[in-house]
T-cell receptor
Framework: GESVGLHLPTLSVQEGDNSIINCAYS??????FIWYKQESGKGPQFIID?????DKRQGQRVTVLLNKTVKHLSLQIAATQPGDSAVYFC??????????FGKGTSLLVTP | NAGVTQTPKFRVLKTGQSMTLLCAQD?????MYWYRQDPGMGLRLIHY???????AKGEVPDGYNVSRLKKQNFLLGLESAAPSQTSVYFC??????????????FGPGTRLLVL
């Protein structure tokens, strides 16, 4: 079946820098995408979502970009903080009921 | 408002034992889901429910059963546990409004070790 994948399994950034986490998807019919943050020992926490009729959406310190032409999704975190250290998952929902998760990118913020 | 809660938080089973994981949500969500998460992998859907009294299979349903007798509760059962079912189990719920898809909210997880 269709799958969502991530370009990099780990990402290390310095505190204060901007982080960019990438995600590729293969199903052109996907119409809803979500980014989740998962801290150690906890469940995934919603960060931001975007629908296929949008190219960009901004939240607090986070921006999601969607490029439907190349089926690419990215999460940008501005002024990365130590509390941003976690695993980040992108997920797509196109079946109507469930989410298809990528394997995750581990973000490590160093002082 | 507790959101999504799961019990127990951690459990150790012997091969062949049975157990039930309980998920409860107080957000009046229609949809509920059970996922498992294994090291180095994303979450994989086991079963889901689109409303009280309904359930459906997800990506990896074998060895599991579910029930949704009440809207707020979604139970995941293991009739005969196997070591391959050692994992972290997450429950999630989401509202729905017609064709509009909504965010899923996750519980804290249940860590299951099958010896």
């Amino acid at each position: 079946g269709e799958s969502v994948g991530l370009h990099l399994p780990t990402l290390s950034v310095q505190e204060g820098d901007n982080s960019i986490i990438n995600c590729a998807y293969s199903n052109s019919a996907s119409d809803y995408f979500i980014w989740y943050k998962q801290e150690s020992g906890k469940g995934p926490q919603f960060i931001i979502d975007i629908r296929s009729n949008m190219d960009k959406r901004q939240g607090q310190r986070v921006t999601v970009l969607l490029n439907k032409t190349v089926k690419h999704l990215s999460l940008q975190i501005a002024a990365t903080q130590p509390g941003d250290s976690a695993v980040y998952f992108c997920a797509e929902e196109n079946s109507g009921y469930a989410l298809n998760f990528g394997k995750g990118t581990s973000l490590l913020v160093t002082p | 408002n507790a959101g999504v809660t799961q019990t127990p938080k951690f459990r150790v089973l012997k091969t062949g034992q049975s157990m039930t994981l309980l998920c409860a949500q107080d957000m009046n969500h229609e949809y509920m889901y059970w996922y498992r998460q294994d090291p180095g992998m994303g979450l994989r859907l086991i079963h889901y429910s689109v409303g009280e009294g309904t359930t459906a299979k997800g990506e990896v349903p074998d060895g599991y059963n579910v029930s949704r007798l009440k809207k707020q509760n979604f139970l995941l059962g293991l009739e005969s546990a196997a070591p391959s079912q050692t994992s972290v189990y997450f429950c999630a719920s989401s509202p729905t409004s017609g064709r509009r898809r909504e965010t899923q909210y996750f519980g804290p997880g249940t860590r299951l070790l099958v010896l």
